[in-house]
């Protein structure tokens, strides 16, 4: 009787345990199916390093037909990219990803054109592109360069005294060149002194702060241009009398602005707002830090935007045009009429009060179908220099601007960010101190401590 309840029992616990098991084993199976399906990860890092940007999720979720993304290294090296790429399989179930050994399928590598390991190759349709790095940027480059697939050309009017796109020094426009590439544009410098006519194949003029008047022939081109259909960014910084290094008025370029009904004000904008200090710049540089509703600035909010030496602007729809503002100066900011002193009195009766506005957007019925001109005007040029677009949201704001202005609407948003640089700097003091403390002070803490329990014990 006791023999066989107990190995009744005996049998009910293992009955258990076996399906205890079963259950941790289904359980197991269950979450690694799911692992595997849907990888999710979460990242901490303070400018989100490791994960894939607006923009890209943005291209990636909006493809219309499958991309294919085949990376050519040695079979052991696989893995340095296989993060990086899960990330865009991810976002879509139309991205796949091909891994191949050039030593193993040199035929493969061979048709490709593959010509060093490391590569990767973008195939949207029927057109490839190859990353021109194995990062973010490059990768989501390659899929914006097969889907569009188009050469767009962004000109910019040199022969003014404007900023020129293959000057490095401080004040060029060669890092917003580089910008552009990134995104598939050619820019291009255009002088319309020669012939008062703009390129056809212009997709976007850009007319980046001139320093001298423009002649009526060229503002004639611009405004033909314009409204058959063009499109133009206009940045047209204050008209400052100081020193050598004045800014002419361009009457004849500000009165075709005030036609479209953006009236530039010959004023200069100062920012007394003291976040300026704490970000490190002047109150000669307007802080933008709201923005209105538009697709250009829609991306921004909550990011800060600086723009040295500018000027206000007043902005009304005309008869063909449909004007509307971008953002406006802060509250704390003024305008002072004085542009040929260096003394700014901010007590004077005669300053306009901020906030003011500063950049505009507009478009121009050309009364065709399906064609309308665009135009973007903001009173400063210095703000896409070398020396201030990398300043907070200025580059995104200026690549946002031309994506609008090329109908290009699916590119405008954050672009991928740089690694942050968290690194700490000590003085030679704050080392020492460091250096004593990690070395000395806590290691005797600590033995003290051991003495102090063993002296209580004893």
Known sequence: ??????????????????????????????LNLLADRYNKSYDATANKRYSLSEQTTKIVKGLKQPATITYY?????????????????????????DFVDPDKNPQKAREAGIKSY????????????????????????????????????????????????????????????????????????????????????????VVGGPTRDYQQPEVDAIKKYVEDGGRALFMLDAP??????????????????ASWGVTLQKDLILDLNPIG???????????????????IVNELKGMATGFPLS???????????????????????????????????????????????????????????????????VGSSSWAANSFINFNGNSDLALNSVDWLASDEDLIS???????????????????WVRSTSQFLLPLVVVFAGVSVWWKRR
């Open 311 to 377: 000027r206000s602007l007043d902005v009304k729809s005309a008869d063909k045009t449909s004007v509307q503002k971008l953002f406006s100066s802060s509250d704390t900011s003024l305008a002072t009429n004085d542009l040929n002193s260096p003394k700014v009195d901010a007590n004077d009766p005669k300053n306009r009060k901020g906030p003011l506005t500063i950049a505009a957007a507009g478009t121009y019925a050309t009364g065709k179908q399906d064609s309308q001109g665009r135009f973007v005007v």
């Open 118 to 205: 490391g590569t990767a190759l973008v195939e949207v349709g029927a057109n490839r592109e190859e990353a021109k790095s194995m990062t973010e940027e490059g990768i989501t480059g390659a899929i914006i360069r097969a889907v569009k697939h188009t050469t767009r050309t962004v000109c910019f009017l040199t022969g003014s005294g404007e900023h020129q796109i293959d000057d490095s020094d401080r004040n060029g426009f060669s890092r917003f060149k580089d910008l552009l590439g990134k995104d598939n544009y050619q820019a291009q410098s255009v002088d319309l002194l020669g012939k008062a006519e703009v390129p056809s194949d212009c997709t976007v003029l």
């Open 1 to 30: 009787m006791n023999t066989g309840l107990l190995k009744a029992r005996q049998t009910k616990y293992a009955l258990y345990a076996a399906v205890y098991v079963l259950v941790v084993l289904t359980a197991v199976v269950i």
């Open 240 to 257: 400052l009398k100081l020193g050598r290094a004045e800014v002419a008025d361009n009457d004849a370029l500000s009165n075709l602005l």
């Open 73 to 97: 290294d040695q079979g052991t090296r696989f893995q340095r990219a296989k993060d990086l790429l899960d990330e865009y399989t991810n976002l879509s179930p139309k991205v796949h990803v």
């Open 414 to 432: 954050i672009r991928p960010k740089e690694p942050e640089d968290r690194r700490i700097t000590m003085t030679r003091a704050q080392l020492t």
């Open 277 to 295: 200090q704490l970000l490190g710049v002047g109150p000669q540089v307007a802080l933008v830090r709201t923005y209105d509703s538009h697709a």
